[in-house]
């Protein structure tokens, strides 16, 4: 079961560990959305076309092609932002189209990091005049 890729391995986590920060990460979102998700786009378009039924007659089931877009758009992008690591701000999607930009992305969050860190250390200790 531990040797299979991902996509067959019957879990519902992801788990895999941060190339930068080592450490382990988890994820509830699968890079793609499972069969039980297209089950459920199913039953709402069922749902959909029997609601609509008066008005638009069975081409009311096509209403489930927008719906069906919006879902996949909400879904990748939850699951891309669950990816980032909040440990060093590593985004691995953005690593595999760009890396030069998650280079810069992950430099970004620790000077961010770094401020915040500063401007709690001053607030602690205000500089006595
Ligand atoms: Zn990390």
Redesign the pocket.
């Known amino acids: 079961m531990e040797s299979l890729p991902f996509q067959y391995q019957k879990r519902a986590f992801w788990e895999f560990i ?6 382990e ?1 988890r994820s509830s979102y699968w890079p793609s959305p499972r069969t039980r998700h297209y089950w459920q786009l199913a039953a709402v378009g069922l749902f959909v076309t029997a609601c609509g039924w008066p008005f638009f007659g069975f081409r009311g089931f096509f209403l489930i092609f927008p719906i069906w877009g919006t879902f996949e758009f909400i879904y990748r992008s939850r699951a891309r932002q669950s990816l980032t ?6 985004d691995p999607y953005l690593y595999k189209y760009d890396v030069k930009l998650a280079r810069a992305k992950v430099e970004e969050f620790f000077a961010e990091k770094k401020k915040q860190q500063d401007a709690k250390k001053s607030s602690k200790n205000p500089p006595t005049p």
């Open positions: 941060c190339p930068i920060c080592k450490k990460r690591c909040p440990h060093c701000g590593f």
